[in-house]
């Protein structure tokens, strides 16, 4: 049977995913358990969502983070525990373009791939330069509207469906 997982859920996980695929695991165990109680409230049950909202939030990664990807998995929300460049920045992308990813989050991880100018795909390209137009924005009122120009070019790009059930 599937259910539908709630918008402001999805975005939830799709934040989770990426904060694991950049490596901060440790900071994702509380916000996992929390996410996966609200799962529960919204009727969101997999064996995934069930072992995770009965961790210990003072479980560590190496007893909590099989439990954890194999709720996030069970969501539609593809991450592992060894990941590379080319599995991690789509994670990653779909989070900032779609699920409201910190800037702090999304910036590390897009200049560390990055290539040369030449080298740049038009997606690229169109980041980096409103990243070089965000450094310039007078006030926190411009900056917000280039990061919003910024999440607008990423789903324009991105050829994607967020998942909307549960198995």
């Given at each position: 049977m599937t259910q539908q997982i709630p918008v402001s859920l999805q975005a939830r996980v799709g934040r989770l995913a990426a904060r694991i695929a950049i490596g901060r695991r440790s900071e994702s165990i509380p916000k996992a358990i929390e996410l996966a109680c609200d799962l529960l409230v919204g009727d969101v049950v997999t064996p995934g969502v069930l072992e995770v909202a009965t961790l210990n939030s003072d479980a560590t990664w190496r007893d909590s983070g099989e439990h954890i990807l194999k709720m996030v998995n069970s969501l539609g929300f593809g991450v592992t525990e060894a990941e590379d460049e080319a599995t991690v920045w789509p994670i990653i992308l779909r989070a900032f373009g779609f699920w409201d990813l910190r800037l702090n989050d999304f910036y590390g991880p897009f200049l560390n791939r990055l290539p040369v100018w030449d080298e740049q795909g038009a997606l690229d390209r169109s980041l980096n330069l409103l990243l070089d137009e965000l450094d310039h924005a007078a006030d926190t009122q411009?900056?917000?509207?280039?990061?919003?120009?910024?999440?607008?070019?990423?789903?324009?790009?991105?050829?994607?469906?967020?998942?909307?059930?549960?198995?």
């Open positions: 411009a900056r917000q509207a280039v990061v919003a120009r910024m999440r607008a070019v990423v789903q324009k790009a991105m050829d994607w469906t967020a998942p909307s059930s549960a198995e």
